[in-house]
């Protein structure tokens, strides 16, 4: 049995997936493989990876039901130690998995940062900063400080919160969960992969994210982790600024948020507590520019 499944949903995706899977096999340790659900392509995808002979890698098939679908199908079909995550279309750097598998001797979930990349010309190198354990948490509270399919982790834990939900952020949802649940999140500095980014991306489009910030059981799961890390269930704060309520009752939760953030966050370390705080200062300032234009713009529908 492997003892890391690396676990990769595909959609349509001819142009990168042989680059993507390729990447993958160089760099998986001896007892590792990778497992491919094509989720009902209508293009070349399954051809492409036809052409790949390796016996670590094995092939899915089935109709589209989307990325938390075929996620959950991915765990489904394997039963390693530890499963990682690798989209279609990235590019994985040398040693990732070694590294990563490494620091989950000490955490229930590992990711890094990544070199964003616009499929041509120089990676463009990201700021050397991980994120640990205790500060983790506090991250979640103001973004999604990492990337998909970056993640590497422990299987009992992934299983414990039961896996991936069909919502519009299935990763950020699961990070939520798995934090809740007190499982160790880290980020290691180093990058992992060449992150393709491009126009098509879901997460580049307004309606995704409005959909997102006001998905009721990511909400839920924010609310969760709020309780744990600052002792109330607040609201997302992106979900605040475009919540139907008056604007003084948003800058009074706002301000709650903040106070109970800061006061939280005095028990890290202290270059983690400056990280954070930077963080929830810029979170901050974007969260009262939007709730001054809503009401700008409801004062001007209003005359």
């Not at 948003?250 to 270059?271: N, Q, T």
Request: charged share 25%; proline share 7%.
């Amino acid at each position: 049995m492997p003892r890391l499944s690396v676990l990769m949903p595909a959609f349509d995706a001819a142009p990168t997936i042989d680059r993507a899977v390729r990447s993958t096999l160089r760099d998986l340790p001896a007892d590792a493989e990778l497992v491919v659900q094509d989720d009902g392509s209508s293009d070349g995808t399954l051809a492409a990876l036809e052409r790949i002979d390796d016996p670590r890698l094995r092939v899915l098939t089935g109709p589209n039901r989307g990325v938390a679908r075929a996620l959950n199908a991915l765990l489904d079909a394997s039963a390693s130690e530890f499963v990682a995550r690798m989209d279609a279309d990235d590019v994985v750097l040398p040693g990732r998995f070694r590294r990563q598998l490494r620091a989950l001797k000490t955490a229930d979930a590992v990711f890094t940062t990544v070199a964003s990349w616009h499929g041509a010309g120089v990676p463009r190198p990201p700021w050397p900063s991980g994120i640990g354990t205790a500060s983790f948490p506090f991250h979640l509270l103001l973004t999604n400080p990492v990337a998909h399919s970056t993640m590497a982790a422990r299987r009992s834990a992934v299983e414990a919160v039961r896996g991936y939900r069909v919502v519009p952020s299935e990763d950020y949802d699961l990070w939520l969960r798995l934090a809740s649940s007190g499982a160790r999140l880290r980020r290691l500095a180093a990058p992992s992969l060449l992150y393709r980014v491009h126009p098509g991306q879901v997460t580049s489009a307004e309606g995704w994210r409005l959909r997102s910030w006001n998905d009721e059981r990511t909400q839920a799961a924010f609310a969760e982790l709020s309780a744990r890390v600052l002792g109330a269930p607040l609201p997302r704060l992106t979900a605040l600024a475009v919540a139907p309520l008056p604007a003084e009752e948003k800058a009074a939760c706002l301000d709650e948020f903040e106070r109970r953030f800061r006061c939280a966050a005095s028990r890290l370390r202290p270059a983690d507590r400056a990280a954070v705080l930077r963080r929830l200062a810029r979170r901050a300032a974007w969260c009262r520019e939007r709730i001054r234009a809503a009401a700008d713009e409801r004062a001007e529908a209003a005359s």
